[in-house]
């Protein structure tokens, strides 16, 4: 099965930037969407912006406009470049990719570890 490691968190300013990184051990093109979701201490997991393998993508309405997802599929990596951030962005940030499995739509979710992203006011 695939794996996938996330990594770029960190402590940031507010106003600041990071770049999360997603890597697969795998190819990522079998996921027909991949996403980041994040949980921040009490919350439940949300989705924060998801891409499908033709490239659509879509945000939570709380980061349209700063953040922007992508993936590289010759590097079997996506990615999360976060602008402007905010204190309430604090959180750990997961990726997962969605395979389908079978006809009936069917799939299976795979997730990373999570790496943590903290915002400082």
């Known amino acids: 099965q695939v794996q996938l490691v996330e990594s770029g968190g960190g402590l940031v300013q507010a106003g600041g930037s990071l770049r999360l990184s997603c890597a697969a051990s795998g190819r990522i093109g079998r996921f027909s969407t991949m996403g980041w979701y994040r949980q921040a201490p009490g919350k439940q997991r949300e989705l924060v912006a998801s891409?499908?393998?033709?490239?659509?993508?879509n945000y939570a309405e709380s980061v349209e406009g700063r953040f922007t997802i992508s993936k590289d599929n010759a590097k079997n990596t996506m990615y999360l470049q976060m602008n402007s951030l905010k204190p309430e962005d604090t959180a750990l940030y997961y990726c997962?990719?969605?395979?389908?499995?079978?006809?009936?739509?069917?799939?299976?979710?795979?997730w990373g570890q999570g790496t943590l992203v903290t915002v400082s006011s």
């Open positions: 997962n990719g969605r395979a389908v499995v079978n006809v009936e739509g069917g799939y299976v979710d795979v």
């Open positions: 891409i499908t393998s033709g490239g659509s993508t």
